[in-house]
């Protein structure tokens, strides 16, 4: 099992930038991908990007390529979310979640609690 807990949400003026970060407690970390979605209130939660386990297999959801970069440090059981070019449609809550350990990243079976993005223009 693995706790997920994010940080690095906040308010920033569209064009700026932000650093999301997961911190992961458990031994199954480094073996398991990574990923971050997004919600805003009545809509589904969305998939925005994730990360296999050893940091070379990427994926992005086509709104966010070019502006968004996932990277993971095993050794220190976090994954980072790096945000640039903010739009105010980027403004949702960011999960961290957990998936497996194969070539299909899921299933997402652990969530943190959540940060919240908000982008003014």
């Known amino acids: 099992q693995v706790q997920l807990v994010e940080s690095g949400g906040g308010l920033v003026q569209a064009g700026g930038s932000l650093r999301l970060s997961c911190a992961a407690s458990?031994?199954?970390?480094?073996?398991?991908?990574m990923g971050w979605f997004r919600q805003v209130p009545g809509k589904e939660r969305e998939f925005v990007t994730a990360?296999?386990?050893?940091?070379?297999?990427?994926r992005y959801a086509d709104s966010v390529k070019g502006r968004f970069t996932i990277s993971r440090d095993n050794a220190k059981n976090t994954v980072y979310l790096q945000i640039n070019s903010l739009k105010p449609e980027d403004t949702a809550v960011y999960y961290c979640a957990a998936g497996g350990s194969g070539a299909t990243l899921g299933p997402w079976t652990n969530w943190g609690q959540g940060t919240q993005v908000t982008v003014s223009s």
């Open positions: 990360i296999g386990w050893s940091g070379r297999n990427t």
């Open positions: 458990g031994r199954s970390f480094s073996s398991r991908a």
